[in-house]
């Protein structure tokens, strides 16, 4: 892994970074693996070596992959980070030695997160009780940035509408390739039946509604890759996903406010059902329904953000 | 006792390579990807904290009774989420950048902006 970010320092085709990156995410997404974090290798699977490498490989499209030899500061950047780094490894003396059951980090909250969530929320996934439940103002704020990052990718990349719709340079290309489209169909139907048992499976293994959004999203992605991102938004209407986006941030307060109604604090989900622990199970339940519905929409807003932004460069000549 | 953290070890240097990506490169798409191995390296930071050797993880099963602290994963969970969609939102800066400017060297856009004043 040390080697692969080294490589991205060193190269200078961005492409080659770009890429580079993707397999430096994976190798982090198996690091996490072996050290008992499912739930983030997931997210890290999902999300860096999927997601981000696809915005950058857009990204790429639009700012042409050739990088100036223009290494101008690196003496100045290589003392600075030299001495920083010594800094650091200087202060790592007096941390607890590494896999220790004894630091301090494991004596507080965390014992009290694994022998009593099962009790207070009735589910089994701990990550999952702690992001929905005790921790879920936190959650409720992220959820908030997500959105608001996708109004501001939405604001930033407002395309006027491309004169010929119709022009679709990726669709065009793909169309050649039979066995492309033939897969992709049928992979889609699995993908986001996968989202969906991500997405529900959340209580009780690895998963949740943040995974599952971008799972979800990243069906759409292929289907706009593959026949052309016309025919994807033809399929998920542009106004609809953005409302969904919304929806999803509402979903999640308004339970927020009905817990508040019924005379407990604001996402105190025991106040939902006659029995507490049932209560809890449901506001997981619908909380993480909320935060799907965003992640997913809001990716996909990213995502035809960019690409409408390729294809009406592509159109209008320069 | 030294060689006990050897995790931190790796996250620093990982940390330094992003650091330095981002200091030492003109281009601003590679100052993102720069950002975004110092993100992962904070990332691996908490995660290799909250492991315990012999723990296994946070999914409550019958007859264990070590796991991993599942408060990080939590932190962390959120935070890959968010990470992407603030990167996005500096994507699409660069790319306005790019449209503006007609370049996404730093050296050159500071050219122009004193050119034209």
Redesign the interface.
């Known amino acids: 892994?040390?080697f692969t970010?080294?490589a991205?320092?060193r190269v200078k085709d961005?492409f080659a970074?770009?890429m580079l990156?993707g397999i430096?995410?994976l190798l982090?997404a198996s690091?996490?693996v072996v050290?008992?974090?499912?739930?983030?290798a997931f997210?890290?699977a999902v999300?860096?070596a999927g997601?981000?490498t696809l915005?950058?490989l857009?990204?790429?499209a639009?700012?042409?992959p050739h990088?100036?030899n223009?290494?101008?500061?690196?003496m100045?950047?290589?003392v600075?980070?030299?001495i920083?780094?010594a800094l650091?490894?200087y202060g790592?003396?007096d941390?607890p030695?590494?896999?220790?059951?004894s630091?301090p980090?494991?004596q507080h909250?965390?014992p009290h997160?694994?022998q009593n969530?099962?009790q207070e929320t009735g589910v089994?996934?701990?990550?999952t009780a702690?992001?929905a439940s005790y921790?879920g103002f936190?959650?409720f704020g992220?959820l908030v940035?997500?959105f608001t990052?996708?109004v501001?990718?939405m604001g930033?990349?407002a395309v006027t509408h491309p004169h010929d719709k119709y022009h679709d340079g990726d669709a065009a290309a793909m169309q050649q390739h039979l066995i492309l489209r033939i897969v992709v169909k049928m992979l889609i139907p699995l993908i986001l039946i996968f989202a969906l048992y991500v997405q529900f499976h959340g209580d009780?293994?690895?998963g949740?509604g943040?995974q599952a959004g971008?799972i979800f999203a990243s069906a759409i992605i292929l289907y706009s890759m593959v026949f052309g991102s016309h025919a994807a938004q033809q399929v998920v209407n542009r106004t609809v996903i953005q409302i969904l986006a919304a929806l999803g941030v509402l979903i999640y307060g308004s339970v927020g406010i009905v817990s508040l109604l019924m005379g407990r604090n604001f996402l105190d989900y025991s106040a939902l059902l006659p029995d507490p622990v049932d209560g809890q199970h449901l506001g997981i339940l619908l909380v993480e329904l909320g935060v799907g519905i965003t992640?997913a929409a809001?990716?996909i807003i990213?995502f035809f953000?960019?690409s409408d932004?390729v294809v009406s460069e592509e159109v209008s000549p320069e | 006792m030294i060689l006990g953290t050897y995790n931190y070890w790796v996250v620093i240097a990982l940390m330094m390579i992003g650091l330095f990506v981002v200091i030492a490169h003109g281009n601003l798409l590679k100052k993102v990807i720069g950002l975004s191995i110092l993100q992962t390296s904070v990332f691996i930071l908490y995660i290799s904290m909250s492991y315990i050797s012999g723990g296994t993880a946070p999914i409550l099963e019958h007859g264990v009774e070590l796991y991993s602290n599942p408060l990080p994963h939590v932190l962390i969970l959120t935070a890959i989420v968010v990470g992407i969609a603030t990167t996005a939102l500096a994507l699409a800066l660069v790319i306005r950048i790019k449209e503006t400017y007609g370049t996404i060297e730093e050296q050159e856009i500071q050219a122009r902006d004193l050119h034209e004043c």
């Open positions: 892994m040390l970010a080294l991205i320092a961005l970074a770009v990156m430096y995410s982090t690091l996490f050290m008992h974090a499912v739930d983030v997210t890290e999300v860096g997601i981000s915005l950058m857009k990204a790429l639009l700012t042409g990088q100036n223009s290494s101008y500061r690196s100045l950047a290589l600075v980070v030299l920083s780094g650091l490894i790592t003396w941390i030695p590494f896999a220790s059951a630091a980090i494991h909250v965390a997160y694994i969530s099962m089994r996934n701990v990550v702690i992001l921790r936190d959650t992220e940035v997500v990052a996708s501001g990718v930033l990349l009780y293994g690895p949740g943040f971008v992640v809001a990716m990213i953000s960019f932004r």
